[in-house]
């Protein structure tokens, strides 16, 4: 059974990049899309978008001029970037792992990142 | 971008309560939606994808409906454990884009 587990920094400065890792285990990196999804403080969960192990990527509109999604096979991880954040960024942070169209079906436990003026 | 709603926002009921909440979208998705469960603190467990089945593990108390643009969600004796807050997800097209949640508690 796949398990996630997220890494990075708990605190970003305004207009600076929040930059997030999730760890693989229990499969391959291949057998799956790798997700973000976001959470604000008391709200709902906001898609953030995927990466595949061969590296193509679809991101949410709304964030797309902002957000980097990538994976490192050899590691068996994929990362989050997202740039120029502002308080609106700060959330908790999923990362997930989905089949291809697909709903996510394992989650990581969570990290939250908060943006700092 | 399609929106989902979600219906009632919250619920009062008591253990062994039948308990239904419905999902609507924007625009036809098919059977291309799921429910999570999420607990204060927690990352969200998914409970049923394609409308209707199970994720393994998921007990067969939890069931679920629809077609289109309309879903439901149904907790045919409600527990303890049961009460959380439940996202419904359409993932027809991209961005997927989930419910804004309907939270079960305690009456």
């Known amino acids: 059974q796949v398990q996630l587990q997220e890494s990075g920094p708990g605190l970003v400065k305004a207009s600076e990049t929040l930059s997030l890792t999730c760890t693989v285990s229990?499969?391959?990196?291949?057998?799956?899309?790798w997700t973000w999804i976001r959470q604000p403080p008391g709200k709902g969960l906001e898609w953030i978008g995927y990466?595949?192990?061969?590296?193509?990527?679809t991101y949410n509109p709304s964030l797309k001029s902002r957000v980097t999604i990538s994976v490192d096979t050899s590691k068996n991880q994929f990362s989050l970037r997202l740039s120029s954040v502002t308080a609106a960024d700060t959330a908790v942070y999923y990362c997930a792992a989905s089949y291809w169209a697909s709903p996510p079906s394992a989650w990581g436990q969570g990290t939250l990142v908060t943006v700092s003026s | 971008d399609i929106q989902m709603t979600q219906s009632p926002s919250s619920l009062s009921a008591s253990v062994g309560d039948r308990v239904t909440i419905t999902c609507r979208a924007s625009?036809?998705?098919?059977?291309?939606l799921a429910w999570f469960q999420q607990k204060p603190g927690r990352a969200p467990k998914s409970l049923i994808y394609a409308t209707s089945s199970l994720q393994s593990g998921v007990p067969s108390k939890f069931s679920g409906s629809g077609s289109g643009t309309d879903f439901t969600l149904t907790i045919s004796s409600l527990q303890p454990e049961d009460f959380a807050t439940y996202y419904c997800l359409q993932y027809h097209v991209y961005p997927f884009t989930f419910g804004p949640g309907t939270n079960v508690d305690i009456k």
């Open positions: 990466v595949y192990y061969s590296g193509s990527t």
């Open positions: 625009q036809g998705i098919s059977n291309n």
């Open positions: 229990g499969d391959s990196i291949s057998s799956y899309y």
